[in-house]
């Protein structure tokens, strides 16, 4: 009795054996077989997981799409009405017959100071798209020639008197604007002429000896014309890769020169102060700087960091002179104070630049908060106004307002100039899926082998 059943258990087992080899070799036949349909699906069922994955990773690649955010649409003239309001607002009560910007209502009176910001002011508007031809915007914008005499900019009534620093190299920021601007109109402006300006302006106010910007009349230099220098000089190079500008200076040996020189003269690294002047017959550094000192340091730096060719020693970064000045010139409203966020000066000029240079430095938070305190607290139903809460409404602060409603915008394009040191990286934004996808086939393939080998070496035991 007991060989009868061991002899069925081994009938029995025979036949598995046999039906397990027939299945084999039919397994073997199909994927050998000249039916290329039914091999795929032999494959499809014999791999499920494999497949399974590969067509979830091909439906998620092509919804790649829907599931990155694009960025907005850049949304140009928002603040059309403003803009084309405080542009009727100059020209019916600010402007003189001869078209120039003049400093009050009733006095018929301009000044170069004005002449280069209302430059600057439309430059930026017109490189936003938020005016229109019928403003005469090229002419306004090249109006800043007026004032150029011997390669430096003077007073628009007495062209022996040069302007102070500040506005000197103001005025070749906003000549560069006016360049671009008015590049391939009838009203065009000369790099050429630009190089000349600089040139010039060089040679009148920076110190080899000292290493830095100074009147040669007086004994005192500021931090404010250091740092404006620094933001015009790294610009131009930024935009134009020109290490040596008008056959004649050094850019990158003049920047850290400066640099090396608001470090020595204008900062105190012990207690971590910066000073607003320095006195080369005594020695000395005094006054608290302003915010419009920390303002122009702060971008000035930014600006020296985007040459990525180069290595300039400076203790600090931008970033950290930005959060600085929030910290001790800004309020819990985002307004600019003049010398600390207790204060009572709080002017528009100070908020404008902070704006502009935060658009610059892409900190388009903090940007957008200041615009939006420079609107509500500056901006009135005849216009903007120049200190806060007061009804004073002037050409100069229309103007300021002018160039904080253009700077979202126009900071873009400034910063798409200054590329020519850290080109932007272009990718795919599906690139990284295409690469994960890869990977995971291969792992999913590795470890069905690894499956399938462990199964083959368990038949075997």
Excluded at 66 to 90: G, R
Excluded at 242 to 255: K, N, Q, S, T
Excluded at 399 to 421: H, P, T
Aim: proline share 3%.
């Amino acid at each position: 009795m007991k060989n009868e059943k061991t002899i069925a258990s081994q009938e029995e087992i025979e036949k598995a054996k046999n039906y397990l080899l027939e299945a084999k070799k039919n397994i073997q036949r199909l994927k050998n077989g000249r039916n290329v349909k039914r091999r795929f699906k032999f494959y499809v069922l014999e791999h499920k997981l494999l497949f399974s994955l590969i067509l979830l990773i091909i439906v998620f690649s092509a919804l790649i799409p829907v599931f990155i955010p694009k960025p907005p649409e850049p949304i140009i003239n928002v603040q059309q009405d403003t803009v084309d309001s405080t542009i009727n607002l100059i020209d019916a009560n600010f402007t003189n017959p001869f078209g120039y910007p003049i400093q009050e209502k009733t006095e018929v009176n301009t000044s170069s100071e004005l002449i280069i910001l209302s430059s600057l002011a439309y430059s930026m508007l017109n490189q936003s798209a938020y005016t229109m031809e019928q403003y005469g915007i090229y002419e306004k914008v090249s109006q800043i020639e007026m004032i150029t005499s011997n390669g430096t900019f003077r007073d628009y009534y007495n062209q022996t008197n040069l302007l102070p620093i500040f506005n000197q190299f103001l005025g070749s920021y906003a000549y560069i604007q006016s360049y671009y601007t008015n590049k391939g109109t009838d009203s065009s402006l000369s790099w050429q002429t630009m190089q000349t300006i600089f040139l010039h302006t060089m040679d009148s106010f920076y110190s080899e000896e000292r290493e830095m910007i100074i009147d040669p009349l007086s004994n005192t230099s500021y931090l404010l014309d250091q740092t404006v220098f620094l933001w015009l000089i790294s610009s131009i190079m930024l935009q134009t890769g020109d290490e040596i500008l008008a056959g004649a200076f050094y850019i990158p040996d003049v920047i850290q020169a400066v640099l090396d020189s608001i470090y020595s003269n204008f900062y105190n690294q012990t207690l971590n102060l910066y000073y607003h002047e320095f006195d080369i017959v005594t020695n000395t550094s005094k006054n608290d700087p302003t915010a419009q000192d920390m303002t122009f340091l702060a971008i000035s730096l930014s600006r020296i960091e985007k040459i990525e060719e180069y290595y300039f020693s400076y203790p600090g970064s931008s970033y950290n002179i930005h959060q600085r000045i929030i910290n001790h010139y800004v309020d819990d409203d985002w307004l600019v104070h003049e010398n600390n966020n207790t204060d009572n000066e709080v002017n528009i000029k100070n908020q404008v630049f902070f704006h502009l240079i935060s658009d610059l430095m892409k900190l388009h938070n903090v940007a957008s908060e200041i615009r939006n305190a420079t609107l509500e607290f500056f901006l009135n139903e005849e216009g903007f106004v120049e200190q806060m809460g007061e009804d004073s409404v002037t050409c100069e602060s229309c103007l300021y307002g002018l160039i904080s409603i253009a700077s979202e915008k126009w900071s873009e394009i400034e910063n798409e100039r200054e590329e020519y040191y850290s080109p932007p990286v272009q990718s795919d934004a599906s690139f990284p899926f295409v690469i994960m996808m890869c990977i995971g086939i291969i792992v999913t393939i590795k470890i069905l082998k690894l499956k399938k080998d462990s199964l083959l070496l368990r038949k075997k035991k």
